[in-house]
């Protein structure tokens, strides 16, 4: 069973800024992409941003500018830096690990964005 341990969500207001932190095994870490996701109650679960094993990143369109992620291969964890949060922004947010078609997926954080 692989676990990806997620921490760093919490409530803020509008205008302000959150880091994620989910961390993996070694062996998964140095192997697969790692990425973010997000869920918000009654909608999809979308791709919020990804990082490859060579630090090449993609965002959302709606995060760009705002969110940067980022990782440390000496501690195995992926950051979601999150500045300049929206309400829309509120939703669970699930850690990702992927590799071709396997997946494995943290218990998800949520963050919550006041008006």
């Known amino acids: 069973q692989v676990q990806l341990v ?7 207001q509008s205008g302000g ?5 989910c ?8 192997a697969y992409r790692m990425g973010w996701y997000r869920q918000a109650p009654g909608k999809q679960r979308e791709m919020v941003a990804t990082i490859t094993t060579t630090s090449n990143t993609n965002y959302a369109d709606s995060v760009k500018g705002r969110f940067t992620i980022s990782r440390d291969n000496v501690k195995s964890t992926v950051y979601l830096q999150m500045n300049s949060l929206k309400p829309e ?27």
């Open 6 to 12: 997620e921490s760093g969500g919490g409530l803020v």
């Open 17 to 21: 800024s959150l880091r994620l932190s």
């Open 23 to 30: 961390a993996a095994p070694g062996s998964i870490f140095s």
């Open 89 to 115: 922004d509120t939703a669970v947010y699930y850690c990702n690990a992927q590799r071709w078609a396997l997946a494995f997926w943290g218990q998800g954080t949520q963050v919550t964005v006041s008006a």
